[in-house]
């Protein structure tokens, strides 16, 4: 069982920055692909950035040369460092943790990008 927390959200202006945590508990962390969703007002849940237990990470076209994941194994903590910010980055933030079929989502922090 892993449990997550985030933390990190908040308001911030257009072209500002935020840096998200998302820690967890349980153990084998570091087998786990670290991942981190939004989902806006009236949208789905989409993906924003995901990084494998080897290091390797994937972007949304939209956060791309933006948002870097990077993850701390021995603080069992992954972390998404936002640039750049735009109004449509606004949305609440959720961490996710995947390992073959098992899945689990942190509660969310929510992220607003406004003057």
């Known amino acids: 069982q892993v449990q997550l927390v985030e933390s990190g959200g908040g308001l911030v202006q257009p072209g500002g920055s935020l840096k998200l945590s998302c820690a967890a508990s349980?153990?084998?962390?570091?087998?786990?692909?670290m991942g981190w969703y939004r989902q806006a007002p009236g949208k789905q849940r989409e993906l924003v950035a995901v990084?494998?237990?080897?290091?390797?990470?994937n972007y949304a076209d939209s956060v791309k040369g933006r948002f870097t994941i990077f993850r701390d194994n021995a603080k069992k903590t992954v972390y998404l460092q936002m640039n750049s910010l735009k109004p449509e980055d606004t949305a609440v933030y959720y961490c996710?943790?995947?390992?073959?079929?098992?899945?689990?989502w942190g509660q969310g922090t929510q992220v607003t990008v406004s003057l």
């Open positions: 996710n943790a995947q390992k073959t079929i098992t899945n689990y």
């Open positions: 349980g153990s084998g962390f570091s087998l786990y692909t």
């Open positions: 990084i494998s237990r080897l290091g390797s990470t």
